[in-house]
């Protein structure tokens, strides 16, 4: 195998890099292009060995489990999320008319992945209007969310699944690694609150933190997120020990911070908002930036040569690679 410098790359170094295959640089070593052709093999060469050797020290965070592989916010996402070896499951919570905590991203059914108690496929209007809210959890747990798949994660596994309780996932979980850390959010808007698909605020709030002290985790493994503004100033005064992270999906930092009377612990942008200043910029402020939901590789490598302290992601399997 030669380089194109007259030089031959002998076996050793092409199974050491295998990304540059066969190529050969073609070259005339009697013409003056030798050394830019040089510098360009070099730049190269260089590039594959910075590829293989970075690494990055982040909290890797498996979104709703491991939403890509497995059915989100089940059982089957967490255990393949810890299986992959994330540092924290995050998840999403809502409360059914018996005041459980449920893990579900919506108060209502989703359509495209649910079969009800007879396994048959429900319709958008059963779906939307089956509020969580005004349900028991005996009710809420009959509905088989996994064995349809989601159509827009084609590579996410088929099977029987429903949606757990809240201390159901952490009892699961802390048999599997008593060191995993949790990110719980807390899906509140003032809109679902004004239409009954939730309790209030402070009724919301109270109940997922009364579940989250009765599990006796240590508070560092912990994280409340939201993006509602109201939840988060509502536990920073109430249980001011809890690490809060706010959730935003437009504005910069700056914007979005003027909407809190606090600074909170960590800063969780749509990750498309985020460029290195800004992240150099919120961490001046003693917050972590820990970017949704990134989920290709290239995006992920950008923000962590941004230097964010985490990242969120439904392909844990993608990430792991990444880490140190």
Known sequence: MYNGLGTSIDKKTKKAFPEAGNHVIGCDLRSNDWKSVYDE?????DAIILEKEQKFDFDLQGHRGARGLSPENTIQAFKKALDLGVNTLELDVVISKDNKVVVSHEPWLNEEV???AV???????TALAFNMYKN???????????SIGNPKFLEQKKEVAYKPLLSEVITFAEAKNSE???NVEIKSTPTDEE?????SVAEFSNLVIEQLKESKLPL???????????VLEYIHKTDPEFTLAFLTYQNDFETNLKMLSFVPKIYSPYFILLNKEEVKTI??????VIPWTVNKKEDMVNLLKMGVDGIITDYPNIAIPLRK
């Not at 912990?222 to 993006?227: A, G, L």
């Not at 961490?283 to 972590?288: A, E, I, L, R, S």
């Open 136 to 146: 028991k959890y005996k009710k809420i747990k009959s509905y088989d969310v996994g």
């Open 114 to 116: 649910t079969l009800d």
């Open 283 to 288: 961490q001046d402020k003693n917050m972590k």
């Open 220 to 230: 560092e493994r912990i994280t409340v997120q939201s993006f509602d503004p109201r």
């Open 119 to 125: 396994g048959k496929k429900i319709t958008k209007e």
């Open 180 to 182: 995993i850390r949790y």
């Open 195 to 199: 239409k009954g698909y939730q309790p």
């Open 41 to 45: 093999t070099v730049t190269f060469i």
